[in-house]
């Protein structure tokens, strides 16, 4: 059932270097910002930090299918995000997930 | 700063009895259908499984305010799901978060 026209739903799980978080926050939203504006194909972004460990960022990445998320990692603003914090972070997990309910206002 | 009217921002990490696993996204699902159409201070419920393992599932939540959380949890749809799938889930971690950015199409 890949066809590649599904949609692509996945949990970014992050760890940051504390002592440059803030440049790395600043990057992260630049990008997704970015993404949302100028990519018909990224569907949602959604960051979050740890409360009280605010180095651990978890990301639900929502894309309209495989070749949209592939298109996505050779933008410029994804490029200028992955090498810029390349230095950044620590550790990156990429949990592949399915879509339950995704439901907002 | 804890005024109350701030947005609650939460990732609920669940583990499933496999065996009941169907029957805990059924409940799951109109959990939260019935909690977007129903409360305006619920903003968000986005739940996803992960891949090969479709037993642990996360959950997103976004509410208002805690005033609106508070309501929330006492509902009679989300005190039906609390009540039929307390002897689904086998372990239940809240991780309370700040959002960086939630930018969704």
């Known amino acids: 059932m890949k066809t590649g026209s599904e949609k692509i739903v996945r949990l970014a799980e992050l760890e940051i270097d504390p002592v440059q978080l803030e440049d790395y926050i600043a990057l992260l939203t630049e990008e997704i910002e970015a993404s949302l504006s100028k990519e018909p194909g990224v569907l949602m972004l959604h960051a979050v930090s740890v409360k009280g460990a605010p180095q651990n960022i978890r990301i639900l990445e929502v894309y309209a ?20 914090t390349a230095g950044m972070v620590t550790s990156l997990n990429l949990v592949d997930v399915d879509p339950i309910a995704l439901l907002a206002k």
């Open 65 to 84: 299918s495989q070749q949209d998320y592939e298109a996505h990692i050779l933008t410029p603003h994804f490029l200028k995000y992955k090498t810029l």
